[in-house]
């Protein structure tokens, strides 16, 4: 029943109709067509990025000058795109931020964007304090290693815990908006907080 529901997903179908490695895509591409979000040259790290849909996406905005750092649990042991490197690693071990940094350019990065989920229960008193957990470190990742004047674009469910979370990158960013892209499944509480411009 679950897989016939995935195939008649319009945007799962557009992926596989465009050779994108999924969806979640259309999650960057939404944002990138509003706001511009990525610019050539950027270096860019993507949280949960596997399969590889926004890495490839975002390996073709940032252009062959601009690095994607790809970071995910699951091996992405193929190649994305040239400008993109693969770190196999969970946001939560202790040595991330490290990896990541040896990984950029510079040692910062102009964006970050976070697709982090949890393996999901279906009961939301769990789902949602599981989720709260992986935006903490996508904002501890961000927090060392995003530059001044650079942006954060970050999947957070719906929940009351959301709104201290959007007021808290406020105090660290000059513009924060809440966004949620077309391609989010109907049902999904998921929301995006899109900030710019870190002080």
């Given at each position: 029943?679950?897989?016939?529901?995935?195939?008649?997903?319009?945007?799962?179908?557009?992926?596989?109709?465009?050779?994108?490695?999924?969806?979640?895509?259309?999650?960057?591409?939404?944002?990138?067509?509003?706001?511009?979000?990525?610019?050539?040259?950027?270096?860019?790290?993507?949280?949960?990025?596997?399969?590889?849909?926004?890495?490839?996406?975002?390996?073709?905005?940032?252009?062959?000058?601009?690095?994607?750092?790809?970071?995910?649990?699951?091996?992405?042991?193929?190649?994305?795109?040239?400008?993109?490197?693969?770190?196999?690693?969970?946001?939560?071990?202790?040595?991330?931020?490290?990896?990541?940094?040896?990984?950029?350019?510079?040692?910062?990065?102009?964006?970050?964007?976070?697709?982090?989920?949890?393996?999901?229960?279906?009961?939301?008193?769990?789902?949602?304090?599981?989720?709260?957990?992986?935006?903490?470190?996508?904002?501890?990742?961000?927090?060392?290693?995003?530059?001044?004047g650079g942006g954060?674009?970050?999947?957070?469910?719906?929940?009351?815990?959301?709104?201290?979370?959007?007021?808290?990158?406020?105090?660290?960013?000059?513009?924060?908006?809440?966004?949620?892209?077309m391609a989010t499944?109907?049902?999904?509480?998921?929301?995006?907080?899109?900030?710019?411009?870190?002080?």
């Amino acid at each position: 029943m679950l897989r016939k529901q995935l195939s008649r997903d319009p945007y799962t179908t557009l992926a596989k109709r465009l050779g994108m490695l999924s969806r979640a895509a259309f999650k960057l591409q939404y944002v990138q067509k509003r706001y511009g979000f990525l610019k050539p040259g950027d270096s860019v790290i993507i949280l949960g990025s596997a399969p590889g849909g926004m890495a490839q996406l975002a390996a073709r905005y940032v252009g062959p000058h601009g690095l994607v750092v790809a970071v995910d649990v699951k091996p992405q042991d193929f190649k994305i795109a040239d400008n993109v490197i693969s770190i196999t690693a969970d946001v939560f071990d202790p040595d991330i931020t490290e990896r990541i940094r040896k990984a950029l350019k510079s040692g910062q990065a102009d964006k970050l964007v976070s697709d982090l989920s949890p393996s999901l229960t279906g009961f939301r008193e769990v789902d949602v304090p599981r989720q709260l957990e992986l935006v903490e470190a996508a904002l501890k990742i961000a927090g060392e290693l995003v530059r001044k004047g650079g942006g954060v674009y970050l999947k957070i469910f719906e929940s009351p815990e959301a709104k201290s979370i959007e007021d808290s990158l406020r105090s660290s960013f000059q513009k924060v908006k809440r966004i949620v892209p077309m391609a989010t499944r109907k049902h999904s509480s998921e929301i995006f907080l899109l900030a710019l411009e870190k002080r």
